[in-house]
């Protein structure tokens, strides 16, 4: 007969500490969450929590966000339900882009927006931007510091390209409107260093998105 090995100190703290430790490793990946349950089962209760699934790193899904119309749909549902921005993003690129919902899609990018996902930040001050809401868009890049290092806008672009990578990404008319109106009020001039000017960065980031290279 095997012994019954006493419950480790681990084992023994409470649940709601189980859920804070479970809820930062979802942060890692669920991959981390999955180790953790298997190596102490007592704290597989903890993983269901609201906490853990708002936590949770959906990576599977941000690069492929058509994955989850037909797969981790029980997944979605409860990141989603516990307010996890990465979810939320995946949804917004479904409904506005796929499903051509616009309105449902800002609701859930802005959602997004909530957390501290900067891919989301990007995707949502963008296309605000070219729907010709300046200010909410502009104010949304400033979560990006944007002002103080370029290169991170520049890696969020890349990743969202991935996201959107099959597809397709209609360019509708207010954002040749507004593209046209924000290349007329640049005032630095794009090939010398001045070219980092307000207007010229909301311009290049604009122009990616519209002719999306």
């Not at 090995?5 to 669920?30: F, G, M, N, W």
Request: charged content about 20%; glycine content about 4%.
């Amino acid at each position: 007969m095997g012994r019954n090995h006493p419950p480790s100190r681990l084992e023994q703290l409470p649940q709601e500490i189980h859920t804070e430790i479970i809820s930062h490793a979802a942060k890692a990946s669920r991959d981390t969450v999955r180790t953790i349950m298997t190596s102490i089962p007592v704290m597989t209760k903890a993983a269901i929590h609201d906490r853990v699934y708002k936590n949770m790193q959906l990576s599977i899904l941000t690069e492929h966000p058509l994955t989850s119309l037909t797969s981790y749909t029980d997944l979605m549902s409860r990141c989603l339900q516990a307010g996890n921005p990465e979810a939320h993003y995946v949804k917004g690129i479904q409904e506005y882009f796929h499903h051509k919902n616009t309105v449902e899609g800002l609701y859930h990018l802005h959602l997004a927006t909530k957390g501290s996902y900067q891919n989301a930040f990007y995707l949502y001050g963008i296309v605000m931007l070219c729907r010709g809401e300046m200010e909410i868009g502009k104010n949304i890049f400033e979560k990006l510091e944007w002002q103080h290092c370029k290169t991170t806008a520049d890696n969020c672009w890349k990743d969202i390209k991935r996201s959107l990578h099959g597809i397709h990404v209609e360019t509708l008319p207010c954002y040749i409107a507004t593209l046209k109106m924000v290349k007329a009020t640049i005032t630095c001039h794009p090939g010398t260093k001045m070219s980092r000017c307000n207007s010229y960065f909301f311009y290049k980031q604009m122009r990616k998105f519209v002719l999306f290279y």
